[in-house]
């Protein structure tokens, strides 16, 4: 190790970020406020959109991509050859029988591994169960560069924190949880964040307690999601208010409000599989947290079979039934439609013979559509059997339940799945 590159003062990496999507444009145009960066995709068409000042993530706004002057944009790995601090940021997926899917960082370690030389680091920020950057990765690395780990090339892992569509909490104010490969690396690493991470940062002891961090994050959400998802269901049958109930439990200083609803995207509907999996590998079967998975990715038959109930209390004809749902989306406020539970609520009034409508305002914006899907724009002028509110957008909000309710037939009903209006102003609600 050259003592010089990681001696403190004048830390300047010449930074690359491997992937340049939620999580890797924003802390690459952060990164560049500091240092010389270069932004790596796969994708050209992303690239020539960044070049063109167009984030159709809608994380960053054209003025924002304008004013950061020190990044390059690539799909060309050889645009990467003077870089020294490699950032991955990759998708993790699930498979379709919910286990990991590490191809997308496999050959992002494929890429690094062919770049990397003396004394480089590479940061995985993509969230993995513990163990996958020295088991997986670091293999990987040094078998493409012919270089020792923690001899000639050292590693870190800094688990992403980004929530999309959220405009208040941004990278850098979210703080930031950083771990090396041995001391004096991991303190540089986290040097090197805290140049922009104006939230501050964390050195976890080691890498797999940071990739453990993460990965429990979203897993203790979701099991809290799962258990309010279970109580809005005891509820319903008691024809209990649940948000009522959560209003009055809130009362308390030290009670956890979480909502029920929908829980899909790239975070909380997927990451608990990942801590499965190992538990399950290493021999421990994790009953909760696999209880509450079945739970949340049981919820869009659930909300569909509520409705169809509902509409046949109303004397309501379900076959050829004429249902809107307003929000296709995973969580509000973003384009993003990875894993979104609501086309399970599509799939399943389409099985009881509805005929189901879409309207998202975030996919107008970026042009994305989904063949299995009819999406159509707000009109008012079409009448609706039921309207499900499936997403909180703040369109929704602005548009006001009276205009919503214009798009709905006399005789029908307005779910609104995640209580944006009073109860009073809809007719069913989680």
């Not at 969580?331 to 399970?344: A, I, Q, S, Y």
Request: charged content about 25%; overall charge neutral.
């Amino acid at each position: 190790m050259e003592s010089n590159f990681f001696s403190d003062p004048g830390i300047n990496p010449k930074i690359a970020v491997i992937g340049l999507g939620y999580v890797g444009l924003p802390l690459a145009v952060e990164f560049s406020k500091k240092f010389n960066v270069i932004g790596y995709d796969i994708q050209t068409q992303r690239i020539v959109e960044l070049q063109n000042y167009l984030d159709k993530t809608l994380e960053l706004s054209e003025t924002q991509l304008k004013k950061a002057k020190n990044i390059i944009y690539t799909s060309q790995t050889s645009d990467l050859r003077s870089c020294d601090f490699f950032i991955v940021t990759v998708p993790t997926p699930i498979d379709k029988n919910k286990r990991p899917n590490l191809k997308h960082l496999i050959e992002a370690s494929e890429l690094v591994g062919d770049l990397i030389k003396n004394d480089s680091i590479v940061v995985y920020e993509s969230t993995v169960y513990p163990g996958v950057t020295e088991e997986i990765c670091v293999p990987i690395l040094e078998k493409r560069s012919g270089l020792k780990y923690n001899e000639n090339f050292f590693c870190g892992y800094s688990p992403e924190r980004i929530n999309p569509g959220d405009k208040e909490h941004d990278v850098t104010k979210i703080k930031k949880v950083t771990s090396g490969s041995n001391d004096e690396v991991a303190t540089y690493i986290d040097k090197v964040y805290r140049e922009v991470i104006t939230a501050g940062t964390f050195k976890a002891k080691n890498i797999k307690v940071a990739e453990a961090a993460k990965v429990i994050e979203n897993t203790q959400r979701d099991l809290n999601i799962a258990l309010i998802n279970e109580l809005s269901m005891i509820f319903s049958i008691m024809d209990i208010d649940t948000k009522a109930v959560l209003d009055a439990a809130s009362t308390k200083w030290n009670f956890q409000r979480f909502s029920p609803g929908l829980v899909g995207g790239h975070c909380i509907g997927v990451d608990p599989y990942y801590l499965t999996f190992k538990a399950q590998e290493i021999g421990h079967h994790p009953e909760v947290i696999l209880s509450g998975r079945k739970i949340n990715d049981s919820m869009g038959s659930y909300v569909a079979s509520q409705l169809v109930k509902s509409l046949i209390k109303k004397d309501i004809t379900i076959n050829n039934s004429l249902i809107l749902i307003m929000g296709f989306t995973f969580k509000e406020n973003c384009p993003d439609t990875r894993n979104t539970k609501v086309l399970d609520v599509i799939d399943e009034l389409k099985s009881y013979g509805c005929k189901v409508d879409v309207y998202d305002p975030y996919l107008e914006k970026v042009k994305e559509k989904d063949q299995d899907v009819n999406f159509v724009k707000y009109s008012g002028e079409r009448k609706y059997d039921a309207i499900i509110i499936a997403v909180a957008h703040k369109e929704f909000i602005d548009l006001g339940i009276k205009r919503i309710k214009l798009q709905a037939k006399e005789n029908s009903i307005v779910f609104d799945l995640k209580s944006v209006f009073e109860a009073s102003q809809t007719d069913l609600r989680l």
